[in-house]
T-cell receptor
Framework: DADVTQTPRNRITKTGKRIMLECSQTKGHDRMYWYRQDPGLGLRLIYYSFDVKDINKGEISDGYSVSRQAQAKFSLSLESAIPNQTALYFC??????????????FGPGTRLTVL | SQKIEQNSEALNIQEGKTATLTCNYTNYSPAYLQWYRQDPGRGPVFLLLIRENEKERRKERLKVTFDTTLKQSLFHITASQPADSATYLCALVPYGGSQGNLIFGKGTKLSVKP
């Protein structure tokens, strides 16, 4: 986990506030991801980026935006937070191995509560 | 619709026994399937992967099988220990899917009792 860091680790905010979650990695990977995890729903992909100029929407991108500032940094923003965005958020990285295999390395997570 | 399902939310076993976790998928043709371990409040950690043309893979006390006819992967932990208690997630990338766009199951919480 130390290779992928997330800040903050915990955040409580109010409805309507803008929030940014940050992710940094020292693994030298090109690919980065943002997931959210909710009890009973599992991990769901929000956005992913295969390099600095590439941003793709995942399964549940509505209400979120991202910025890939550098190979090592990928930020997730909630422009106007709402209570159902309360969840555990994970950043992950990966490096495409041979034969198209992609294994992901996750950060420690950010617990976000929107009141 | 496409689904990836892990057969049970929780599995309780006695120390020393073999734990077997199941991952079933429908309407996917995965190129490979991965298993991750997740401890409470922490990010998932990759354990093993198996390719669609492989029947079995092993790593120490872990074994993964893949049956593309049954559309099922089994994850075994032999000689289980209390330290193996965690949630285990299966994940796949389907053929034709975007590389790296892993689809995760909801996980099975394994508890190993001393």
């Amino acid at each position: 986990d130390a290779d992928v860091t997330q800040t903050p680790r915990n955040r409580i905010t109010k409805t309507g506030k803008r929030i940014m979650l940050e992710c940094s990695q020292t693994k030298g990977h090109d690919r980065m991801y943002w997931y959210r995890q909710d009890p009973g729903l599992g991990l769901r992909l929000i956005y992913y980026s295969f390099d600095v100029k590439d941003i793709n929407k995942g399964e549940i991108s509505d209400g979120y935006s991202v910025s890939r500032q550098a190979q090592a940094k990928f930020s997730l923003s909630l422009e106007s937070a709402i209570p159902n965005q309360t969840a555990l958020y994970f950043c992950a990285t990966s490096d495409l191995l041979g034969q198209g295999i992609d294994t992901q390395y996750f950060g420690p997570g950010t617990r976000l509560t929107v009141l | 619709s496409q689904k990836i399902e892990q057969n049970s939310e929780a599995l309780n076993i006695q120390e020393g026994k073999t734990a077997t976790l199941t991952c079933n998928y429908t309407n996917y043709s995965p190129a490979y399937l991965q298993w991750y371990r997740q401890d409470p409040g922490r990010g998932p950690v990759f354990l093993l992967l198996i390719r669609e043309n492989e029947k079995e893979r092993r790593k120490e006390r872990l074994k993964v099988t893949f049956d593309t006819t049954l559309k099922q992967s089994l994850f075994h932990i032999t000689a289980s220990q209390p330290a193996d208690s965690a949630t285990y997630l299966c994940a796949l990338v389907p053929y034709g899917g975007s590389q790296g766009n892993l689809i995760f199951g909801k996980g099975t919480k394994l508890s190993v009792k001393p």
